[in-house]
Structures are given as structure tokens and as C-alpha cells.
């Protein structure tokens, strides 16, 4: 039982290039959600899905797509990066099973140049 | 708009002491979760609190949520290096977290 797991764990783009970040979670969770996390700001939510076939955004949603694959992936893609979206990214899931409580993925630090 | 605030921001203490970190929220909310963070690391899940009046403790932490006050506080007992993280309150007033900036606890001997 892997819980959440994420790829890449780290990863250098250079302005304007695109990337796929992967999420996959084995614990048979409905929900599923994308945070970023920089300094002095706490989480903050980019988009998150409810179940599956279902997306809506979040607080920061702008350079952003998602894709829920199936009900275990969740994937993240920055289009054309931009340094101010250098941060380390986060997936998570949970389920009304566990009262919501949101297992984090080990997290992806991200640095555009 | 929604506000998490928790504060302090930074706590350096000594170990031995006993100090609370306090989470204000600013809209309703049914249960409250702490998360720690270690350096370079993912949230660990502490506590999950569900009503008014819940009390939660394990170790020397003990969590509390008043849902009148829209107050949770984090109290640490007797404190040791081992505690010394990042801990977040984050609350649910959708579908997923709203998190407080944390609280960066450093316990030096």
C-alpha cells in the first residue's frame, strides 16, 4: 500500500517549456486535489477533483490543467511555465471514508529558470 | 473571504516548556485537521476534529475545537527537539482544505 505517490520529485524547466506532473493514489479515494506550497504561504489549493470525471478550480488556478485519468491518477500540467510558478506541488487524496482526512503525496519541487 | 490564521508564525522554546499555538477561522466549518511538516518534507496528518468541544491528545500534543469561537488550538506539553516542525491548521468549507501560513516550532535544550 503505496498511499500517494508522485512523479517527478524534482524537476528544472526553463521559462516557457511544459511539463506533466503525475500523481497516482492506491487507496480507493473519490477525491483528489493539487497544492502548492511556497514560503510563508501556507497550501494553496490549484484545482482539485471530487470524484471521477470531475474537475473545478481552486484558489490559484491560472497556468494550470488538470486531468483525472481514472479514479487512482490525477495529473498536473503547466502549459508554458513561468518562474513564479517555481514552488513544490503536492497531491492529495481523500474520501468520505476517512472523514476527509487528505493523505499528501511525498511532493515535486519545481524550479523554473 | 475566507481566513485561516495561526499564530504564532515562528516559536523557538525550550524543551521542558509548555506553550499553545492558536488557529482562527473566519467562516463555518464542521471539523478542523492539524498536519505537521518536517523540513523537506510531506504533511503528516495529526488530528482530525469533528464537533464543538472536541479534544483530541496524543503524546505530548493536544488539540482542541471550539466552533462557536471559530478557535483550535495546539498545546504541547513539556516540549522535546523532537517536536520541532512546521504545523498547519487547515479547515473544509467546501471540498477541500483551507490551511493557515503555520506555525514553525523550533524546541532548543
Known amino acids: 500500500n503505496a498511499g500517494v505517490t508522485q512523479t517527478p520529485k524534482f524537476q528544472v524547466l526553463k521559462t516557457g517549456q511544459s511539463m506533466t506532473l503525475q500523481c497516482a493514489q492506491d487507496?480507493?479515494?473519490?477525491?483528489m486535489y493539487w497544492y502548492r506550497q511556497d514560503p510563508g504561504m501556507g497550501l494553496r489549493l490549484i484545482y482539485y477533483?471530487?470524484?471521477?470525471?470531475?474537475?473545478d478550480k481552486g484558489e490559484v488556478p491560472n497556468g494550470y490543467n488538470v486531468s483525472r485519468l481514472n479514479k487512482r491518477e490525477f495529473s498536473l500540467r503547466l502549459e508554458s511555465a513561468a518562474p513564479s510558478q517555481t514552488s513544490v506541488y503536492f497531491c492529495?487524496?481523500?474520501?468520505?471514508?476517512?472523514?476527509?482526512?487528505?493523505?499528501f503525496g511525498p511532493g515535486t519541487r519545481l524550479t523554473v529558470t | 473571504e475566507l481566513k485561516v490564521e495561526q499564530n504564532p508564525l515562528f516559536l523557538s522554546m525550550q524543551e521542558g516548556k509548555n506553550y499553545t499555538i492558536y488557529c482562527n477561522y473566519s467562516?463555518?466549518?464542521?471539523?478542523l485537521y492539524w498536519y505537521r511538516q518536517d523540513p523537506g518534507k510531506s504533511l503528516e496528518s495529526l488530528f482530525v476534529?469533528?464537533?464543538?468541544?472536541a479534544v483530541k491528545q496524543e503524546g505530548r500534543l493536544m488539540a482542541s475545537l471550539d466552533t462557536k469561537a471559530r478557535l483550535s488550538t495546539l498545546h504541547i506539553t513539556a516540549a522535546v527537539h523532537d517536536l520541532s516542525a512546521t504545523y498547519f491548521c487547515?479547515?473544509?468549507?467546501?471540498?477541500?482544505?483551507?490551511f493557515g501560513k503555520g506555525t514553525s516550532l523550533l524546541v532548543t535544550p
Open positions: 467562516t463555518t466549518s464542521d471539523r
Open positions: 477533483s471530487a470524484s471521477e470525471g470531475t474537475t
Open positions: 487507496m480507493n479515494h473519490n477525491s
Open positions: 492529495a487524496s481523500s474520501d468520505r471514508d476517512s472523514i476527509y482526512e487528505q493523505y
Open positions: 487547515a479547515v473544509v468549507p467546501g471540498y477541500a482544505l483551507n
Open positions: 476534529l469533528l464537533s464543538n468541544g
